[in-house]
């Protein structure tokens, strides 16, 4: 909480702040940044490169391509200083995992940290952002939970229902199969569209309305069995901590 006040604190004054980069970014990347126990300051270098490789990979390739190498760099020197310096964090528990009874190779290991400073980091600061956003556009919805914050945590999952902060992941089909009349040869590879599953009518009652107090919940937006997100809990407290500061503030819009 001291950490979202201490960045509303940056812009509360002018009235207003550009969303994204001005309080979802650096909030949440503060916030892994601490939870990895990691520099704080190491999160700026996050945000650059995951803006170079993001939104830059089609538009400048070279500059997505030497932020991926930054990236692998950074990673590849906390994986060899944890070798040589055991903390009691994520980076280090990563080097004690064991496969089959061997441990993680480099390449997998490399794998584990791009992903966990980069995937995660912009699915939960798309997260904040939909949420937000959509009470910006709803003042009705922003005095109920002003009025009920007790409805907050539930509220969180129809917004992360609604509006899904991936909206699709791609996956490979391990064998042949036939889904609604589509035949998948094995090695194909789909989009699984969480978005679209979180929207599906035949499970969520006015699929298309975003309840505040939907119950159950059962959406897709951390994934399901083997490939539920394992930094699900972080992004639930990220949230709760982001919507609950600003909407605090005053009645917020666009």
């Keep these: 909480i001291e950490l979202a006040d201490s960045i509303v604190d940056r812009f509360v004054h002018s009235g207003s702040c550009e969303l994204v980069k001005e309080f979802a970014e650096p909030f949440f990347s503060k916030l892994l940044a601490m939870f990895l126990k990691l520099p704080v300051e190491d999160s700026d270098h996050w ?3 995951a803006g170079a490789i993001f939104a830059g990979r089609i538009t400048n390739p070279g500059a997505a391509e030497e932020a991926r190498q930054e990236l692998v760099c950074y990673v590849d020197r906390l ?3 944890r070798r040589q310096l055991r903390r009691d964090d994520l980076f280090t528990a990563l080097l004690d995992i064991r496969l089959n009874g061997e441990p993680l190779n480099r390449e997998e290991l490399r794998g584990y940290g791009m992903e966990i400073l980069l995937a995660g980091r912009e699915a939960t600061i798309d997260g ?6 959509y ?3 709803q003042s ?3 005095e109920i939970l002003v009025k009920n914050i007790e ?3 539930t509220a969180i999952e129809e917004f992360l229902r609604w509006d899904s902060p991936i909206q699709l992941l791609g996956r490979v089909a391990t064998r042949d199969i036939c889904v609604h009349g589509k035949n998948i040869g094995a090695g194909a590879s789909v989009a699984v569209m969480y978005g679209a599953a979180n929207r599906d009518e035949r499970k969520f009652n006015r699929a298309d309305e975003c309840i505040l107090d939907r119950k159950p919940n059962p959406h897709l937006a951390f994934g399901l069995g083997p490939h539920t997100c394992i930094g699900m809990h972080l992004a639930r407290l990220g ?3 982001a919507i609950s500061t600003i909407i605090k503030l005053s009645l917020i819009h666009i």
Excluded at 128 to 133: C, D, H, K, P
């Design 47 to 49: 945000i650059r490169w």
């Design 79 to 81: 994986l060899d200083e």
């Design 128 to 133: 904040i952002s939909n949420s937000i956003g």
């Design 135 to 137: 009470l910006a556009g």
């Design 140 to 142: 009705d919805a922003q």
């Design 151 to 153: 409805v907050l945590p």
């Design 239 to 241: 949230l709760h901590v």
